[in-house]
């Protein structure tokens, strides 16, 4: 009996052993797990489009039960993201995304963040090399060919065109800009480019070069805003000099910042995606990553805001989705939000 009852104990407390270890995270068996350290720098903090990033970044932190470092410089200086990754690695962090301010400046930091057996990731800008995954807001010909269409059904496809851009390493920016240029020269042949400035980020700086464009070409009839804050720079530089419904403009940009311009018709057309989103995926590919998963071709669920999300491997990229154009139809959905 007193056998039989001892065997009867062993069971209980060994279905009990399996019954808490399965209620655990990941079937641990009660050990603590690992809260880690997922670090986010921007090409510069403190403008609405990195704002919403961060949003997102501590919105998936919270979810996934990690901990969410947003860190980057004040204007788009890439020595001081080198210092602030350098940093990261010294601080022993799990994963570290960064969106380039230059693709190929940060890539030795980045090769030496792996080498301490960090993991890499670029977010918003690639800086392919020495990164493990590209999460990218949407495809380059995508975001290209949605600005071309938005500028040329204004212009009614012919005049004179100009592009303010912001950093002119920023690899992002230059791969839509190439597109932009095929697409319309091929499409759109009456559509001439002037030429492309770039503003580094500073709105103030778009706006003076906007008007030196108009000024210096009279019969200019289009503007692209490449940046999130060129794009209100060239409306308000169309605003300030009376030519909405003479110069038009497109450009990319937060749908918050642009709905008085929207309105106003000097900006009737705004592509972007969500980058609340794109924060939010961004976290969660690094934790992915730290769980010591690896992406492969095909779709996956990240839940939450996000939804599904395809990872093609030629780029070793994890796509957003499409981007989305905001017009005065749209707009008043998506103000407030980001």
């Known amino acids: 009996m007193f056998t039989k009852k001892r065997g009867l104990a062993a069971i209980v407390l060994a279905l009990a052993a399996t019954l808490v270890a399965v209620a655990l995270p990941g079937g641990s068996s009660g050990a603590a797990q690992k809260r880690y350290k997922i670090a986010f720098v921007p090409k510069l903090i403190g403008i609405p489009y990195f704002n919403a990033m961060q949003k ?38 799990d994963a570290i995304a960064v969106a380039p301010n230059d693709a190929v400046a940060v890539k030795p930091i980045l090769a030496r963040a792996k080498a301490a057996g960090i993991k890499t990731l670029s977010s918003d800008t690639d800086a392919a090399g020495n990164r493990e995954v590209w999460v990218n807001q949407a495809s380059g010909e995508g975001i290209g060919v949605a600005v071309s269409e938005a500028l040329a059904s204004q212009m009614g496809g012919k005049g004179k065109w100009a592009i303010v851009s912001c950093g002119p390493t920023a690899q992002n920016l230059n791969s839509w800009i190439a597109v932009q240029k095929r697409y319309i020269a091929k499409k759109y042949p009456k559509m001439k480019l002037v030429t492309v400035v770039y503003a580094g980020e500073d709105q103030a700086q778009a706006v003076k070069l906007a008007k030196d464009l ?26 300030e000099m009376k030519k909405i419904g003479k110069v038009f403009s497109t450009g990319i940009s937060t749908p918050t910042v642009m709905a008085p311009y929207i309105k106003s018709g000097a900006q009737a057309k705004v592509v972007l995606w969500n980058p609340v989103n794109l924060g939010y995926l961004t976290v969660w590919a690094a934790k992915y990553l730290a769980d010591g998963k690896t992406f492969k071709p095909g779709k996956y669920n990240v839940g939450g805001p996000v939804g599904t999300v395809t990872y093609y491997s030629a780029k070793q990229e994890l796509r957003l989705g499409p981007p989305t154009v905001f017009t005065k139809a749209n707009i008043a959905k998506y103000e407030g939000l980001f």
Request: include cysteine; hydrophobic fraction near 40%.
């Open 214 to 239: 108009m000024t210096a070409n009279p019969d200019l009839s289009g503007l692209v805003g490449q940046c999130s804050v060129s794009a209100p720079g060239v409306a308000q530089a169309i605003t």
């Open 56 to 93: 997102g970044g501590q919105a998936a932190a919270k979810k996934l039960g990690v901990d969410f470092i947003y860190q980057g410089p004040t204007t788009a200086d890439s020595a001081k993201q080198i210092e602030i990754i350098d940093s990261l690695i010294s601080r022993r962090v």
